[in-house]
């Protein structure tokens, strides 16, 4: 912890901040180095970087998407003060108060960004970033074809997907993916945070909900639903769930498809760590449906 504090602030003495008094590692992301910078002659402010960064476009991607949510959706998210291919800084948000009053105005404001920003395709002008992979963005008429090939079928040839699926499991996804338009209904295009458990939600200084590390793109809303579903959303999120539903006329079958539309996110997690928090074991299970019958 004491390294990547170091490091980071030697990343903001390298940016002329040179006003950064010590950084205090943060805690919560998964993908790269993050902490809260004190500044001598200016407010705290929040700066992650990558040791060895994927690719010189992860932060511009992340800044882009934090506009965009903001600009077009109408979603609070921190000011970025820097992005450049080694670093991001932003503006300090508070930790989420935990009410169920600040979950329903979330629900209010998640559902004013998906019904605000309805698109005729799927996809985005660029590719951008889901921790530390390529979120592939290419756009697509078909929100099903969209899916298939780059929210599920896309993280295949991954070394770790690889050794944890067997072939059946791979044939199995592929069957889902066939099955899409039986499975799913159809569903317009949205401007999605596109990585929305709940260490992403947070708050304003003045208490209001606040949204972080985004991989945005415009698909279907429930891709954002059913990350906060069932990532273990906090017990005061449960009106969070019917407010929205209620906002959005959600049909009374809407739970019964997170798993499916939640395969996305439990690939790339399975993809990217060692530790994959259940994801593989959760994978099998949605998939055991569309094994093969001998």
Not at 59 to 71: D, K, M, V
Not at 138 to 149: I, L
Request: aromatic fraction near 8%; proline fraction near 7%; charged fraction near 25%.
């Amino acid at each position: 912890m004491m390294r990547s504090a170091t490091y980071l602030q030697e990343c903001l003495l390298r940016a002329e901040m040179g006003d950064v008094v010590a950084v205090e590692p943060a805690t919560g992301g998964l993908a790269a180095l993050a902490g809260i910078a004190t500044r001598r002659d200016a407010p705290p402010v929040f700066v992650k970087a990558f040791a060895d960064a994927p690719a010189d476009d992860v932060f511009a991607a992340e800044a882009e998407g934090l506009a965009a949510l903001r600009e077009l959706g109408g979603m609070a998210t921190p000011e970025v003060i820097l992005a450049d291919r080694k670093l991001l800084v932003l503006s300090v948000l508070r930790p989420r108060p935990r009410s169920e009053a600040f979950w329903e105005q979330f629900a209010h404001a998640l559902a004013r960004l998906h019904t605000s920003t309805v698109h005729p395709r799927f996809g985005w002008h660029r590719d951008n970033w889901l921790g530390r992979r390529r979120q592939i963005n290419t756009w697509d008429d078909d929100g099903f074809a969209f899916f298939a090939e780059h929210r599920l079928l896309r993280w295949l040839g991954q070394p770790r997907v690889e050794a944890a699926l067997d072939r059946e499991d791979r044939a199995a996804l592929e069957r889902l993916c066939h099955r899409l338009p039986e499975v799913l209904p159809e569903r317009p295009a949205c401007l999605t945070h596109g990585d929305l458990w709940a260490q992403n939600v947070l708050a304003t200084p003045d208490g209001q909900p606040a949204l972080i590390d985004p991989a945005v793109s415009y698909m279907w809303a429930e891709v954002d639903l059913a990350h906060v579903w069932s990532t273990a959303p906090p017990p005061e999120a449960h009106r969070f769930f019917a407010t929205y539903a209620e906002l959005t006329s959600l049909d009374r079958d809407w739970p019964t498809r997170m798993p499916i539309v939640q395969l996305r996110q439990h690939l790339a997690v399975l993809a990217q760590f060692d530790d994959d928090w259940g994801a593989a074991d959760q994978i099998r299970a949605t998939l055991a449906p569309f094994r093969a019958r001998t």
